[in-house]
């Protein structure tokens, strides 16, 4: 690993030895008899070098070999399912990959594992895949991670891919990591936005430290490079009629199915109404003053046939629902219409709305962040406006059922 060594030939003097343990903000620079040392509360930031040269050196990582980058080619989709049916992130995951592996001029590659699902790969070649490598046993019908994770690794073993793209859903959160593991290479959670360079490093970002930066995130020396990417990101290439690309039966030995876990049943969730599947959203902010308010939301919602989402300030306050939260900490939507109510618009939850098709803003502050992606901007107070906008929409049914009559 890199780090900060000491470059000390003789004895300091006790004055001027504590005020080089001052540079350090994390007080790793101890002082001892005469000498200075590093502890493990050093962060590698390097201030010490640039202050004092004389007597702090930075090393870079001796030992690790350059990698071959051209060794490792193609970006590869992992398709998420159940029991066949394809989870519509991988869709999303397939179109980034077209937009990726066409810069770089390399093929898209699917990872389709489980049972009885040959059928159901030939829809990946209508939405953007190259090749489709299935891996069909009866011992994959059931997500176990240790299985799945097997399968991976051997396919990775075998391709040599170099980029891979996964949902970042409930079981591609647990199952990326553990294989990135396997081969001690980078991987980003909840990416927002990929680039790709001309020699494949893959640019994942993603909002850091608070929102207060978005991070570019690079594995310049470690292949393949992992990124989990949350539902409703990336949008879905329009699917062609007539698909060009290969199905390829994968075959590994059945010894890598051994798992802890034995699945005695399973039964179907009750299918639930999240706002991810809305069309049209009402969000709640920080604007709303009691939770008795948010009726005028929850009434502007019905009357547009749709759902109301929140932010988190009022998930913290116990008003709303956790499952309603938009942002890096709650869902990420893509609905037909959005309308934000007292909403500032941080980073955070630009991340998790951005891509809406049309986006309406409601807020006092002319200046709030989030009218810098608003379709339509309304400057003014939500308890004045929702009401009229609830008037003009219960007028307008009005009209309409007198016109029906009159007909």
Excluded at 295 to 313: E, F
């Amino acid at each position: 690993m890199a780090r900060i060594d000491v470059i000390q030939k003789e004895s300091i003097g006790a004055n001027e030895g504590q005020e080089i343990t001052k540079i350090c903000p994390f007080g790793a620079i101890e002082f001892k008899h005469g000498k200075l040392d590093i502890n493990s509360g050093c962060k590698i930031c390097k201030i010490c070098t640039r202050q004092r040269a004389e007597y702090f050196k930075f090393v870079e990582d001796e030992w690790k070999k350059e990698i071959d980058k051209s060794l490792w080619n193609n970006v590869v989709v992992y398709v998420e399912h159940t029991y066949g049916n394809i989870h519509p992130v991988t869709f999303e995951l397939l179109g980034k990959a077209r937009e990726l592996a066409d810069k770089i001029g390399h093929e898209v590659l699917a990872l389709f594992s489980g049972y009885n699902i040959i059928e159901s790969a030939e829809k990946l070649l209508h939405y953007g895949a190259d090749k489709v490598f299935v891996y069909d046993y009866k011992e994959l019908e059931d997500y176990r991670i240790e299985p799945y994770a097997a399968v991976f690794e051997d396919f990775i073993k075998k391709q040599k891919p170099s980029v891979i793209l996964v949902g970042g859903t409930t079981i591609g959160r647990s199952l990326a990591p553990r294989v990135a593991a396997r081969f001690r290479t980078g991987l980003t959670a909840d990416c927002t936005s990929l680039e790709i360079n001309e020699n494949t490093d893959l640019s994942q970002i993603r909002p850091a430290f608070g929102g207060n930066i978005m991070a570019h995130i690079k594995t310049l020396n470690s292949r393949p490079q992992f990124a989990t990417v949350r539902y409703k990101i990336f949008t879905a290439l329009e699917p062609i009629k007539k698909a060009k690309g290969e199905i390829i039966q994968c075959y590994i030995s059945k010894n890598s199915f051994q798992s802890a876990i034995t699945v005695l049943a399973h039964k179907e969730k009750p299918k639930a109404k999240y706002i991810e599947d809305a069309d049209v959203l009402v969000v709640a902010g920080r604007g709303i003053q009691k939770e008795e308010d948010l009726a005028m939301v929850h009434k502007l919602a019905d009357k547009l046939g749709g759902m109301v989402a929140s932010t988190r300030p009022l998930i913290e306050a116990g008003w709303t629902d956790p499952k309603t939260q938009i942002g890096l900490s709650g869902r990420t939507v893509k609905p037909k219409l959005i309308i934000t109510c007292g909403v500032s618009g941080s980073v955070q939850f630009r991340a998790g709305m951005e891509n809406s098709d049309v986006i309406i803003a409601i807020n006092t502050d002319p200046k709030a962040p989030i009218f810098d992606i608003a379709n339509y901007s309304v400057i003014g107070d939500i308890y004045e406006i929702i009401p009229k906008l609830i008037e003009k929409l219960d007028r307008k049914k009005i009209d309409e059922a007198v016109a029906a009559q009159a007909l």
